[in-house]
């Protein structure tokens, strides 16, 4: 909080260390009403600094956020003729297990199709897609802040690309590879920057990578996963490229991936510090996998079987090993297909 001036006491008769301590600790659901006390403390509160400060001190909460498929207004409901499945997006505590859903922003029949998500500094960003309604792609941005508990718009993304790998680390989202609108694959890489709302362009990677998965390692590195070329369409590669933080520079590494396994949503980072394939964990998750880490558990869902019902579970990672999965209890609403999703720190 070094960068955080302060000109008046943050609670009347309270060394300023002891005030900061204070707020510190309010759980991260009360923040909207605390911001209201006075002009201060809604600084205070909504300052990148006092995020990270809380994140040093263990004070911040992890959630899982899903991109769920509605139907008739229900998850995993009865699917009319002729509709065109709506998504939207669920938030999971995994401490109270608790799920809330999100506000659709702007679109009335809900999120774009095969959106993307990415959390960083309390805040998440879905980007992309297809129009829900003409199935065109959009280069749309829109972040929520949970803190506000409101939408706002970000700038567009620098051009229409589907099925890209994303990753987000100390205030800043990377998006690779995907398709272009004549579905040609493609290796270039751009940056936004959530606290400029600007974007700016990242060095190629050594090959295109159409359906690639994204997963960000320890705040260094931003991987993109597998993927293939436009001229080997489905024949999924088992290397990665990576890009590491602090060089802005790309590596190329092989024999990461199982070549011609699709990685979208499955591929993460276990805890000794290789790639993992979360549909490998068990027979239970092994369609449509998708995992999202919660510091040390891992929130896993995927059928056993193609067109199979969709199940929720949390296992606990160590290094070198997993345990066994724990199914979860979830409620109707929220047990539908999980297209894709992130975690996020608020």
């Known amino acids: 909080m070094e960068y955080f001036e302060f000109s008046t006491e943050l609670l009347p008769g309270l060394p300023e260390e002891l005030g900061l301590e204070c707020l510190s600790r309010l759980p991260c659901t009360a923040h909207r009403l605390a911001s209201r006390v006075c002009h201060r403390w809604r600084d205070l509160l909504q300052s990148p600094d006092f995020y990270y400060h809380r994140k040093k001190l263990g004070y911040t909460q992890k959630v899982a956020c899903l991109v769920l498929n509605f139907n008739g207004g229900t998850v995993n409901g009865p699917k009319k003729p002729g509709v065109s499945p709506s998504y939207g997006i669920a938030v999971f505590d995994s401490v109270s297990q608790r799920w809330d859903r999100l506000p659709v922003y702007r679109y009335p029949n809900g999120l774009p199709l095969f959106c993307q998500l990415a959390s960083c500094e309390g805040k998440l960003v879905v980007m992309g897609g297809w129009d829900p309604v003409s199935y065109d792609p959009v280069t749309d941005v829109f972040i929520y802040d949970f803190m506000t508990q409101q939408w706002r718009q970000g700038k567009d993304m620098p051009s229409k690309r589907s099925f890209f790998a994303i990753g987000a680390c100390l205030?800043?989202?990377?998006?690779?590879?995907?398709?272009?609108?004549?579905?040609?694959?493609?290796?270039?890489?751009?940056?936004?920057?959530?606290?400029?709302?600007?974007?700016?362009?990242?060095?190629?990677?050594?090959?295109?990578?159409?359906?690639?998965?994204?997963?960000?390692?320890?705040?260094?590195?931003?991987?993109?996963?597998?993927?293939?070329?436009?001229?080997?369409?489905?024949?999924?590669?088992?290397?990665?490229?990576?890009?590491?933080?602090?060089?802005?520079?790309?590596?190329?590494?092989?024999?990461?991936?199982?070549?011609?396994?699709?990685?979208?949503?499955?591929?993460g980072m276990g805890k000794d510090g290789k790639l993992v394939n979360w549909a490998e964990l068990s027979p239970a998750v092994r369609v449509g996998a998708c995992g999202i880490s919660l510091g040390g558990r891992v929130l896993v869902t995927g059928s056993g079987y193609q067109g199979g019902p969709h199940g929720y579970y949390m296992v606990e990672m160590k290094e070198g090993q997993h345990s066994k999965l724990e199914k979860l209890n979830v409620p109707d609403e929220f047990s539908g297909f999980v297209q894709s999703g992130c975690y996020a720190e608020i």
């Open 171 to 267: 205030g800043r989202v990377f998006i690779a590879g995907g398709h272009d609108e004549n579905k040609n694959a493609l290796r270039s890489a751009w940056v936004y920057d959530l606290r400029k709302d600007e974007w700016s362009q990242l060095g190629e990677m050594s090959e295109e990578r159409d359906e690639c998965e994204g997963v960000v390692i320890e705040e260094d590195e931003f991987w993109v996963v597998s993927g293939y070329r436009t001229e080997s369409q489905g024949q999924f590669d088992g290397s990665a490229d990576v890009y590491e933080l602090k060089s802005g520079q790309w590596r190329r590494v092989e024999g990461v991936w199982e070549p011609g396994r699709y990685p979208r949503s499955c591929a």
